[in-house]
């Protein structure tokens, strides 16, 4: 049955219509225990990133683009992990919501596993293939030594970076289910202390403090890497600790093999996340590619805009998991009018925050690229990518919010859809058109490929409002001690 969520009194509007979009104190008091410590983990996380480019910038542009485009490649690998994991996290809010531990466990179990598998092969491709992936970035106009430059720092920081993909994604499955299940503070804490490693680390290793050598590009790579294992540990320790907390991790190790059944079930709903995250993801860096191939600057200046906008987005990204998991765990209690009921006013605070923060990043634009070692040019085009990132950002807080949303009840095949499809059916052919047959600048562009958000967020509307995402998918019995169902 559709809901008519979109049917509203005409003005003025009403105290019941206003509430069905602004909760109560104890809403609110209930979200952001959830979304806070997210918000906090991100937030510190993208400022210490936002550190270490200025860091890094402060060497030179070549070096700042270099370890850009080896990056964008790493994110592709992060995201296929997401998506791993997120697929079984369904399962996971699910499960917790129901009080099932045996469930919750094998979901658990399976994010290893998978994330392991995951991780060594993109271990691999990534040996085979990086200086060809980067060389694909450097075919826009520029000086040819450039271009030499960026790729040798970009190869230098990817061949070290590379040690630090498997403890990442071992860590994604502890952090996942344990924010899955609503521990949000553990994986924050665990975060917090990884990431003054790696800003210490960074601040030692590429200027030389301490008697070590200055490594520039490298020593940031270094840093990441040390700091990849902290994290891992710190998760490890703390859920032993805190069995009697955490029961999945009671037995959790004693045996992997889980029922083809069960594994069907997880892989049903991970194989298209997983899709989704990685198509999404290689949309974007595709998008990024287009932009290089109209202008060679605009790699550092895309790089400058990006940490700027992980700084001031980390509000409404945590909100958009904070969805997905408070409304995911209500669903697995079957009360499918409650989790409607909060989705819609957790999307609402969702476009609230991203359009405060919009505002506040609109209002950095004209100082924040003065902080890095770069030319005017590209100063003053990260400049104009700030203003519209931060224009746009309500719409893709609102479409993201509709991501989780429609995620949470296991739709993960709309979700795939709605995210990839729409990226690479529309974003992407733009993008490849406007730099390969016409004269639009790129910061033309970017404005017009970032203001199609506009139109993937009324589509996200369209999909939350019919309520096809509002669905319980553990109401059967989760897998027995000796395998049964």
């Known amino acids: 049955m559709i809901e008519r969520e979109a049917q509203v009194a005409a003005p003025p509007v009403s105290n019941m219509n206003k509430r069905k979009y602004i909760g109560d104190r104890q809403f609110y008091r209930s979200v952001l225990t959830i979304a806070l410590p997210i918000m906090i983990q991100n937030g510190v996380s993208n400022f210490v990133s936002l550190l270490d480019n200025l860091m890094i910038g402060q060497l030179n542009e070549n070096a700042l683009s270099g370890v850009s485009v080896a990056n964008q490649l790493i994110f592709v690998f992060y995201l296929v992990i997401f998506g791993a994991s997120a697929g079984a996290g369904i399962f996971t809010a699910q499960y917790h919501g129901k009080g099932d531990h045996e469930g919750v466990r094998a979901t658990f179990r399976f994010k290893l596993v998978a994330n392991f598998l995951l991780s060594s092969i993109c271990i691999v491709i990534f040996m085979l293939f990086s200086e060809s992936l980067i060389s694909l970035f450097l075919k826009g106009e520029g000086k040819p030594e450039n271009a030499a430059a960026i790729l040798e720092y970009g190869m230098e920081y990817m061949g070290i970076m590379l040690i630090g993909l498997i403890p990442f994604s071992i860590t994604q499955a502890y952090a996942g289910t344990l924010r899955d299940t609503g521990c949000t503070k553990a994986a924050m804490g665990a975060s917090v202390i990884a990431i003054l490693v790696n800003l210490v680390g960074n601040a030692i290793l590429i200027y030389g403090l301490l008697w070590f050598p200055p490594m520039g590009a490298a020593g940031a790579a270094i840093a990441t890497v040390i700091s990849r294992f902290v994290e891992l540990g710190v998760l490890v320790v703390y859920t032993q600790k805190r069995k009697a907390k955490h029961p999945f991790i009671q037995g959790a190790f004693r045996n992997f093999s889980l029922p083809w059944s069960q594994v069907r079930k997880f892989l049903l709903k991970s194989l298209p996340l997983m899709a989704n995250e990685t198509l999404w993801s290689l949309g974007v860096t595709t ?44 669903l697995g209690k079957g009360d499918i009018a409650r989790a409607k009921d909060t989705s819609r006013k957790m999307r609402a605070f969702t476009v609230f925050l991203g359009a405060s923060f919009g505002l506040l990043m609109l209002v950095a634009a004209p100082f924040y690229p003065l902080l890095y070692n770069a030319s005017d040019e590209i100063r003053s ?95 059967e019995k989760c897998v027995n001690g000796d395998g049964s169902i």
């Open 287 to 330: 998008l990024n590619q287009c932009y290089s191939y109209r202008s060679l600057d605009s790699v550092a200046a895309i790089n400058i805009e990006h940490t700027l906008w992980g700084l001031f987005g980390v509000a409404f990204l945590a909100m958009g998991e904070a969805v997905g998991i408070i409304t995911g765990q209500i």
């Open 381 to 475: 085009m990260a400049t104009r990518f700030i203003i519209i990132f931060a224009l746009t950002m309500p719409f893709t807080a609102y479409a993201h919010a509709s991501y989780f949303t429609i995620r949470c009840g296991g739709n993960t095949l709309i979700t795939f859809v709605f995210d990839s499809c729409f990226t690479w059916v529309i974003l992407v052919p733009a993008a490849f058109f406007l730099s390969r047959f016409t004269n639009v600048g790129v910061v033309g562009m970017v404005c017009i490929v970032q203001f199609l958000e506009a139109f993937k967020a009324g589509i996200g509307a369209c999909m939350v409002l019919s309520g096809i995402w509002a669905r319980n998918i553990v109401s």
